[in-house]
């Protein structure tokens, strides 16, 4: 009966020190992960813990950020150092190509363009004496459609805030 | 941001349409899309929805470069609203008229000389230069 009694305990024992030994490492885990979340970069990175061992994988924006996210792992309690650093760094994004659909430059041919497409269109008139076409006058809103189609492809933005629509 | 957020359903329906070399850029205050649409009817509905998301189509914050996929050999349909097409020997209006293509007729895509003016053959024969405007990729 004593026996018994004794190896229950011990059983109980065991069964704590497993239970209580998994635990440990996913609360290292949120805890790093709450760390991490003091670098901004990191919104990639990926930390897994094995018996107190943190592995760092995944992108960082540069290498301030993966030597940061190193130093932040560390200092979280009870995690096993070195901290593995797998963190690739990602090179930093081309810069954006400036958007290819406006042309700067008002010369004769853009100028003839936007006259030959609003030749047909009834009840608009345009003025360039700003520089920038300046529309004017009453039109359907198919034919509004029409002249915002013309812009695009003439690769000039339209001044159109004077254009009425016709109720 | 606020412009790509404003535009986020035109944006949306050009990736569901899957208009290719679909990109969004946004410069001084203008949001620059552009792209090529499969087709006519895609077209029209990224049209339509700029109309909606931005009625009049007045604030000037858009720049829709979207063209239609056309190749050379393609047939295009005169759209002018009822009168014919004029071919000219030259991309311009200067250009002197050497054919005329109807209302609803069918030509062929020569080449897109540039985003205003199309080289064209009508089923006569009579090959020139017409105004891209009035010529839809079927």
């Known amino acids: 009966m004593k026996i018994t009694k004794i190896s229950l305990a011990i059983a109980l024992m065991i069964a704590v020190a497993f239970t209580s030994c998994k635990p440990k490492d996913a609360d290292i885990q949120a805890g790093v992960e709450t760390a991490l979340k003091a670098e901004p970069k990191s919104a990639t990175t990926k930390v897994e813990v094995k018996e107190g061992v943190v592995t760092l994988t995944g992108e960082c924006g540069d290498a301030v950020c993966k030597a940061n996210c190193e130093k932040l792992a560390s200092a979280v309690k009870g995690v096993k150092l070195p901290v593995v650093n797998n963190l690739t760094v990602t090179p930093p994004p081309a810069p954006v190509a400036a958007p290819v659909s406006t042309t700067t430059v008002m010369d004769a041919k853009v100028m003839q363009t936007i006259k030959d497409g609003l030749k047909d269109i009834k009840g608009v008139v345009v003025d360039f004496a700003t520089g920038k076409p300046m529309l004017s006058g009453e039109v359907s809103a198919a034919d509004r459609m029409k002249i915002m189609q013309m812009q695009s492809s003439a690769k000039v933005m339209f001044d159109v805030t004077k254009l009425m629509t016709k109720k | ?138």
């Not at chain 2, 996929?69 to 020997?89: C, E, H, P, Y």
Request: proline letters at 2%.
């Open chain 2, 1 to 138: 941001m606020a412009l790509q957020d404003k535009y986020a359903e035109l944006v949306q329906a050009a990736h569901a349409h899957g208009v290719a070399n679909f990109s969004v850029a946004e410069q001084n205050g203008v949001l620059h899309v552009s792209g090529t649409a499969a087709n006519t009817a895609t077209y029209d509905a990224l049209w339509a929805l700029y109309a909606k998301i931005d009625p009049d189509m007045a604030s000037g914050d858009l720049m829709m470069n979207i063209d239609i996929k056309a190749d050379a050999g393609g047939q295009l349909k005169v759209t002018t609203d009822a009168s014919n097409l004029n071919i000219r020997n030259t991309p311009s209006t200067e250009g002197e008229v050497v054919g005329k293509a109807a209302h609803g007729e069918t030509v062929t895509l020569v080449e897109k000389t540039d985003d205003s003016w199309w080289k064209v053959r009508t089923a006569d024969g009579e090959e020139g230069y017409a105004f891209a405007q009035y010529l839809s990729p079927m």
